[in-house]
């Protein structure tokens, strides 16, 4: 099984290649299994099977608890309030760099598609035009087809052979990384260029795709490297944010680069503040929510600025997102009181799709996974892919005789005549022979009458299964803008049987009106998005009187397409076996306790620990755990010994790394104390164990944890019910969360009155005053309360449970 997973993986070719840090998800530096190397010298197998029921091991949660050891409380201490205040303008300024930057990536994207699109475009469109005139119109597609397949060839090239995390949208891993999980390479530098080149061959080579997902994850990217002060892919330290170098700040940041992503794709500062918000982020505050609408808004406006200059029209902000709906205004758009039944019918339909759309990419998704798992076989499907799209596109222009007259004022890029007469132009050919972005602006705004019905119901039919066989290619791209094109298609053509059955249709059923509703319905058919969704739409049609629709139709479309099957994100997020919680615990789950639950036994260190005992531990393949509970025997008594922190896989590397042993402080008086800087210096990467070099003198030494140990982890008794445990795990943070007895034995470690006898001999009358004044104002024991550990309950341990369609199902856990 372990194999089986591996190849499932979003990032299999990290976890081939056995590199450290974030390759190495368990920073462990373990071998992987003997078999898989042999496997891979004998060649891969023709088909690799999947279980659905299975829950991988190899993704480790985020630490979003501060690890409040006695270095971090130093720290904090000693930070005066000017200190603090610069740590919170630095949180600005990262904040409003992650916003200009994330702007001029989409602004970069949008000017390079649009240029090479042009390109391909005219040069397709002059061929057709030659070859219509003196026959060999076989030539034109051949020449499309190659061109698609050549452009997108090389799309997948960098994607299947260089970085396959860059794949997709990068959504559903945006997601999981919001959620707590890290998911390896997500945040590269290499995986941001080459889902910047991916997604521009993706587009330009004619896909059923859009270039606005991508942005969620090429923001989380920027956020991800800029938050840190340096790049460790490329080596370079600048010596800034130092302080950020830790898994709690970080994933701030990435919160507010994916809002500043959705932003800069929609226009839509305040869609992308609610998108973290819906999809993940597990903590929020005030503070936080104005620092990632302000990303927000520097990266709509960054954008607006250099696409306003290269338009030639400096400092006309009118562009505000890569995708531009248009002005929905006048009277022809308005809705009426009578009309919200039909939109929540339209709702349902959008439902009906997506559930349609989810399910047969699920099992597209399968048989790619069990035969489509080579690169090689990867790009040749991508390619195929491509020339059947252009194929697919050619045939249905060439037999379409949908011909439109064409005005003084029409708004279409690359008008096509083919067969159709002088001051004419073939209607098929705006939808298919042209952007996704444009093809969804033409059918929200052309003037009645541009379509005929025929023509839209066959562009809805073809652009379904075309965009549905996309999505799952080794290459960058959206699912966003394809499902607003489906929508907007069969909308607008509601529209239009509206007018025509009904005897003043014509009056308030305005086609461009129906084609947004009809988008807003298939994207949230498929997508299961709905308050960030409704503010997107929102806030990119610039018109608020559809807030109310717009969101009824999201809400009816989620609550049709669950009840059949999962949002398209979730389904691909449980493909990969990836531990991913909710928001709230499964319905049914009040009868299990931590005790069922847990981990168990574990693996505990002694405070003042054999270093042969720690290296062995973390050498030890078999313990896959990244915690591990610190204890202490209680002197003159045979109890177990009792939980007195919880120390990290990672911070036991570092120390082995300094050689941080008693026997060695004690006989080298200079040597330099190891500080947090030491900690965060070897962050995200950990180097494995393997290479950290321990001699048999050294294994003999020992190492005293209680300086860099977490004193005060989260515990829980073992009887506390599941609910409980998920929603301590889910909205604090966790990573681990120790299971104790039900003996919460409490011993008197000091106490006031006590001291007292000893100090009134010493002292004379006025300090015995004194002291019997500060014992008045401090009159209380100090305990501490000893538990022995039971148990440690992990995010993998909470996500094996879910609500299926028999009731609570428990998935079973893969060694990988």
Sequence with gaps: MANITKKVSWSSRADESGAAGEGTPLLNGSEQPRHSRQESQRGRPKEIPHN??????????LDYDNIENQLFLEEERKMSYMGFRCLEISRWVVCGLIGFLTGLIACFIDIVVEQLAGIKYQ?????????????????????????????????????????????????????CYLNGIKIPRVVRLKTLVVKVGGVICSVVGGLAVGKEGPMIHSGAVVAAGVSQGRSTSLKRDFKIFEYFRRDTEKRDFVSAGAAAGVSAA????????????????SFWNQMLTWRIFFASMISTFTLNFFLSIYHNKPGELSNPGLINFGRFQGDSVA???????????????????GALFNVLNYWLTIFRIRYVHRPCLQVMEAMLVAAVTATVSFTMIYFSNDCQPLGPEHTEEYPLQLFCADGEYNSMATAFFNTPERSVRSLFHNQPGTYNPLTLGLFTLTYFFL????????????????????????????????????PDGSIWADPGKYALIGAAAQ???????????????????????????????????KIVGDYFVEGLYDIHIKLQSVPFLHWEAPATSHWLTAREVMSSPVTCLNRIEKVGTIVDTLSNTSTNHNGFPVVVKVSGSDEPPKLCGLILRSQLIVLLKHKVFVELARSRLTQRKLQLKDFRDAYPRFPPIQS??????????????????????????????????????????????????????????????????????????????????????TSHFWFVTLLQVVGLVTRKDLARYHLGKHGLEELQLAQT
């Design 52 to 61: 659905e029921k299975l829950l991988s091991l190899k993704y480790e949660s």
């Design 123 to 175: 040069v397709v469109k002059e061929n057709i035009e030659k070859f219509t005139e003196v026959g060999g119109l076989s030539i034109s597609l051949l020449l499309w087809a190659v061109l698609n397949s050549a452009i997108v060839m090389l799309g997948a090239i960098i994607v299947a052979f260089f970085e396959p995390i860059a794949a997709g949208s990068g959504i559903p891993q945006i997601k």
């Design 266 to 281: 929609f226009g839509a500062p305040v869609g992308g503040v609610l998108f973290s918000l819906e999809e993940g982020a």
């Design 335 to 353: 809705y009426n009181l009578y009309e919200i039944p039909l939109f929540i019918a339209m709702g349902a339909i959008g439902g009906l799709l």
């Design 467 to 502: 965009a549905c066989w996309t999505y799952g290619l080794a290459v960058s791209a959206g699912v966003f803008i394809p499902s607003l094109l489906i929508g907007a298609a069969w909308g607008r053509l509601c529209g239009i049987l509206l007018a025509t059955i009904t």
């Design 523 to 557: 994207l949230g058919g498929i997508v299961r998005m709905t308050l960030s969704l409704t503010v997107i739409m929102v806030e990119a049609t610039g018109n608020v009187t559809y807030g109310l629709p717009i969101m009824l139709v999201l809400m009816t479309a």
């Design 692 to 777: 950290i070099h321990v001699s048999q003198d050294e294994r003999e030494c020992m190492m005293d944890l209680t300086e860099f140990m977490n004193a005060t982890p989260y515990t829980v008794p073992q009887e506390t019910s599941l609910p409980r445990v998920f929603k301590l795990f889910r909205a604090l943070g966790l990573r681990h969360l120790v299971v104790v007895d039900d003996e919460n034995r409490v011993r008197v470690c000091v106490s006031v009155y006590s001291c007292m006898s000893l100090m009134i001999t010493f002292l004379s009358l006025n300090a015995m005053m004194m002291m019997m004044t500060a014992v008045v104002l």
